[in-house]
């Protein structure tokens, strides 16, 4: 047509609609998009542009008038259905409220009304022209671009979002077993109420919906208990097995396999001089030796937590401590340790704490030389009152952590 218009039919005319009549290039300039993948990415960034669902029923209405599945390529994108075919394909909504959200989208900028003289909707063609009036869709196909940065923007921040909620969830839990281990190890400390209020809150709170904002002060408020829950659990205990681990584990290159011996005197020592110097410092088994077998002060879910690998080899539960026994007698053959170092273990350790370090040791079987003789040095160590179970259990965890 030789003249378009730029005021709709009885109705005011606005700054919004004529910045949207006289923006951007021609659309047949640009390159065509498809109307339904538009209007998706339009979906998902709703909220940037201030519309709602009920809105986005109507323009997809309104773009199911559009013949073409793809926007652009012909310089009129202008549909021309009357009031009542719109309510028909919206299935039945009131003309009332169709009008609003028509004016909503039109405030939005993504339609603009193309009035006939009488206010009508149609289109004619004379020769070669033609000459539509209703409802053009070329605000919305120039807007393609900045609704599609708008959408991934959207999608980059639900990532963001997911990952910060399993990084709480995860911490929560983490947070929840270091306060079950650290009331075992260290009851004196009123800390642990505190963290079990903190991680039940955490815990009602990732069942709704939260903000970043939100998810950020959990994060910072769990990291912090965190560290102080580790700061006491390595306390003097754990840097005194720190000290003595630093004795017993020394890493030296073999041409086989990288291997771990666990005293110093060890290094220019077999295996049967080894064992044979434990005998002699091993103290004699005593009837208060008999009667002491001092329990783990570590949860049994922490310790199947560390030490998965025995399931390989046991399909057993293990839900009570003489189950994770009976566990331990089961893969301590394959392990090549024999029944009396076996039983010496349990005479000192107890049975339970034991099958922990047993278990333990399968764990980093690959990188222990001499699983048998390992056993035999921590079983001294045990006899000598200067052992505990939890600092390895608790390293295991920390590597499986890092990893």
Known sequence: MEYTPISPFRRPISYAHLSVVTAGEPPSQRKPINKWDLLRELSKAQAAFGITERDLTVLQGLLSFFPDDAL??????????????ICERLNGMACSTMRRYLARLVDARFLIRRDSPNGKRFMRKYGEDRIAFGFDLSPLYRRAEEIMRAAEAVRAAESRMKRLRVIVSLM????????????????????????????????????????????????????????????????SETQKMSINDARIEHHHHNTNKESIEFEPHLEERTDADVVHEEQLSMPAETEECRELKPSPSIPLHLVTTACPTFRTFYQGDVRHWHQLFDAACH??????????????????????????????ILE??????????????????????????????MALLGRKNAA
């Open 331 to 360: 893969v301590r053959p394959a392990m090549g340790i024999n029944t009396e170092t076996w039983e010496d273990a349990q005479r000192f350790m107890g049975p339970e704490q034991a099958s922990v370090v047993l278990l333990a």
């Open 172 to 235: 929560r839990r983490d947070l929840t077993a270091l306060t079950e281990y650290g009331k075992e190890t260290h009851p004196e400390r009123s800390i642990w109420g505190e963290m079990n209020t903190i991680t039940a809150n955490a815990a009602r709170a990732l069942r709704r919906r939260l903000t970043h904002e939100e998810l950020t002060e959990y994060r910072t408020q769990l990291e912090t208990m965190l560290e102080y829950a580790k700061d006491i659990i390595d306390g």
């Open 72 to 85: 652009g390529g012909n310089a009129e994108m202008v549909v021309f259905p009357s009031n009542k075919a």
């Open 364 to 393: 980093r079987f690959e990188a222990i030389r001499s699983p048998g003789a390992y056993l035999r040095a921590l079983t001294a160590k045990a006899a000598a009152g200067e052992f505990s179970c939890g600092p390895m259990i």
